[in-house]
């Protein structure tokens, strides 16, 4: 009954979490990544925010198209940053 409750639930968060402007969202990158990979994907893509400080997880600003070239390049999972714990500075760096 748990798992099927848990089931149900299941496509509401993923609506919650799906990003409220897509030009802005969070990556969460593979763990085996590190820092200098991700930020390598996130520059060739889009320009990541100065204030972040996990490996895994970036704040990226991006152009049209930015949700499916995250995806393309390897990133495991794309979500609103409000989501994700992370604020949106309003100071990016290129």
């Known amino acids: 009954m748990g798992a099927a409750i848990l089931i149900s639930l299941a496509p509401a968060a993923g609506v919650a979490a799906q990003p409220r402007d897509p030009h802005i969202v969070a990556v969460v990158f593979p763990p085996w990544w590190t820092a200098a990979r991700s930020d390598a994907v996130v520059s060739a893509i889009g320009v990541v925010s100065p204030q972040d400080s996990s490996e895994l997880v970036r704040v990226?600003?991006?152009?049209?198209?930015?949700?499916?070239?995250?995806?393309?390049?390897?990133?495991?999972?794309?979500?609103d940053p409000a989501v994700a714990g992370c604020l949106t500075p309003g100071n990016w760096t290129s």
């Open 60 to 79: 990226v600003y991006g152009g049209p198209h930015l949700m499916d070239e995250l995806k393309a390049a390897g990133a495991w999972l794309i979500v």
